[in-house]
């Protein structure tokens, strides 16, 4: 059985990610979003620095993310214009509820980068197990657009800000 969440021991020992494309609704509404994000944030930082910034791309944004990630692609890949990129599309659409997780370390801190960037990522673990004790599946996805300019630029990330990953639970 994956994800038994009858103990944390046996959630821990059959922790596995979903695939987004088998994603189904209905995804978390409101309220247990907010409880699944209220317990990913509970995840070591040491100077309470929080440095990550969660962003719900909520289903009416869809589209317009699909056509961000498009413009991006084709910005960054000369001769992709006029390809067949609803693969970009479909991950846009692909699960009801999509998280975008962003590493966002505080320049001049004490705190060394590398461990900055082990909390938003350690975030990112506690979305999937918060998802999954919620009874959804979760998926972590880091791909091209994590790492794109352009996609970065549409979020307003500093060029100090990376994507430990996607988060998409469902």
Known sequence: MFNDTSSLKSHLATRRSGKARDMVTPG????????????????????????????????????????????????????????????????????????????????????????????????????LHAAHAHGYVGSWLTGWAAFSPNVGAAFAADTDETPPGREISS
Do not use: C
């Open 28 to 127: 978390p509404d409101t309220d247990e979003l907010r409880a699944i994000i209220e317990l990913a944030l509970r995840t070591p930082d040491h100077g309470k620095l929080a440095p990550w910034r969660i962003i719900t791309i909520a289903p009416e944004q869809r589209d317009a993310f699909a056509a961000l990630l498009k413009q991006a692609w084709v910005a960054e890949n000369p001769g992709a214009a006029g390809m067949d990129l609803s693969a970009l599309d479909q991950f846009a659409h692909q699960a009801p509820t999509l998280l975008l997780l962003v590493s966002t370390p505080v320049a001049g801190s004490k705190i060394p980068l590398w461990e900055q960037q082990m909390s938003a990522g350690a975030v990112g673990m506690n979305l």
